[in-house]
């Protein structure tokens, strides 16, 4: 894995929001550095004064049980049996790091692979502030389009409305039937 890039889509598919915060797993990051999980969470303890609560925190039973199933649902939809994860799953509960604690493992793993892979995942959080930021201000300048009375705010209504239908999908549409 040393000289193949890692594409921007695997690393965002593994940040998950968690205590509404973005965050990766042990596991995930091991994967991506290319050491075992129990080698990453090691280095971590024995450097935990450098991975506060906010920049790295284990999961409580209840979350890891639904990450877990998040991520079995996941595993099962790319046709993947388990019996091929025996042993992929930690008896302890996993560690979640923050965009700052992802930062720190840098100085932690100081392997060139990890220094690599935490180059490329910085650049991962960046675009989806980046992304973030820019959707938050679309919708604001829209939002006050709206407030505005003009025959030109009909349409921009019109188009706000089209939109959020395409931003928000109606999830209790029902669904047109196949076949007879």
Known sequence: MDNVLIPEEKISSLILIIRDQKVM??????????????????????????FPPDFMFELSEEEWKKVEKIKTQSLRSQNVTLKSLRGKHS????????????????????SEQA???????????????EFAANYSELLKKIEELQKSDSEQNKHIENIYRIIEELVKPEINKPKRKIGF
Request: aromatic fraction near 8%; glycine fraction near 4%.
């Open 25 to 50: 797993l042990d596991s995930d990051l091991a994967e991506l550095y290319g050491v075992s999980t129990k080698v990453l969470k090691q280095a971590v303890r024995r450097n935990i004064e450098r």
């Open 91 to 110: 008896k302890y509960a996993p560690f979640a790091f923050t965009e700052q604690g992802v930062a720190m493992l840098s100085s932690v793993l100081k």
């Open 115 to 129: 220094i690599k892979i935490n180059i490329a995942i910085m650049r991962v959080f960046v675009k989806i502030r």
